[in-house]
C-alpha cells in the first residue's frame, strides 16, 4: 500500500514526506534526484534529508513513524543496525542482511534493499547484461557483495565467484546464499590472487568494495587475463572515472562505474513510497551538472 499520490505544485499540509536517514548525511545524492523527480511527476511529496547518530537510530525510527512519513532511505552507518526496529523484511532485505529502503504502511515498518535490483537495472542499461550461465566474478564479501549476490541469483544467475581478502567472510556469504538460491553455483577463490583460468572464464568483474574511492586500484587481479567480450561494474562512482574503469578501458575492456545503480535503486524506492513509476531519466539528469563540476 503506498502512500495516496496527489498531483500539487507547492508544499503543504498535505504533501507526503520522504527523505534519508545516516551519518554523515550532507554528501548525499539522493534528495536531489529524488525532489527533481517528484517535481518532473507532479506528486506532492518532499524528500529531506535527516542526520542520525548511531545511538539515536531507534529514536529517529519511532519519531519518523510518528511523524507520519511516507517512507525513506538509509545509508551508511544505518543499514544493517536498523533491522531489529522494523515489523518485517522484504526478501530482498532479509537475503542481503542490510536495508537501504523502508514503507511506513500505517503502523508498520517495512524494510526493502532496493540496491540489488537497482544493481540489476543499471548492468542491464548500462552495460547490456543480464544475469545467465557465464561466471559473474564479485569483488568483496560485505554488505554489499550479499545484496548483489542475492540480486544475481533472484534474476538467474547461474554461477557467481567470490573474491575477497578474507576466505573466511567470503565462505560464510557463500554457504548462506547457497542455502538461499540452490540453482546458483556459488564458489570462493582459494587463494589470494586470481587465476589466469578464473579470469579466463569471466564475463562480468562486479567490484562491490569502496576501493577506488579515494584512488585505490584492486590488486591481485590481472584484467589483461579477462576475455574480450568481459564487462567491469565498479559500484564505486566518480566523475573522473574510478581507477578500476580506467584501467578495464585502457585493456579495451566495456566498463561503467555504480552512478546508474544509485540511479536505478532510488527509482525503485520512488516506486515504493508512491506506487508509480517515477519519469524516465529525470534522476540521472538531475545528478549530470554536479557530477560535471
Known sequence: MACDVKRMPTVDGKTGVVGIIGNPIRHSLSPLMQNAAFVAGQLDYVYVPFAVTPENLEQAVIGLKALGVCGFNVTIPHKTAIIPFLDRLDESADAAGAVNTVHVCGSTLIGYNTDGAGLVDSLSTDLEFSPGAEQILIVGAGGAARGAIAALCRFGAKKILIFNRSIENARAVMLDMNL?????????????????????????????????????????????????????????????????????????????????????????????????KPPEGVMMRALAPLLRS
Open 180 to 276: 538461499r538460491y540452490p540453482e546458483t553455483k556459488i564458489s570462493v577463490v582459494l587463494q589470494n590472487q586470481l587465476s589466469r583460468e578464473e579470469l579466463g572464464s569471466t564475463s562480468l568483474l562486479l567490484n562491490t568494495t569502496s576501493l577506488g574511492m579515494n584512488g585505490e586500484r584492486l590488486e591481485n587481479i590481472n584484467l589483461a587475463y579477462l576475455p574480450k567480450y568481459a564487462k567491469i561494474y565498479d559500484m564505486v562512482y566518480s566523475n573522473s572515472g574510478t581507477p578500476l574503469v580506467k584501467e578495464a578501458s585502457a585493456f579495451g575492456l566495456r566498463a561503467v562505474n555504480g552512478l546508474g545503480m544509485l540511479v536505478a535503486q532510488g527509482e525503485r524506492a520512488f516506486e515504493i513510497w508512491t506506487g508509480v
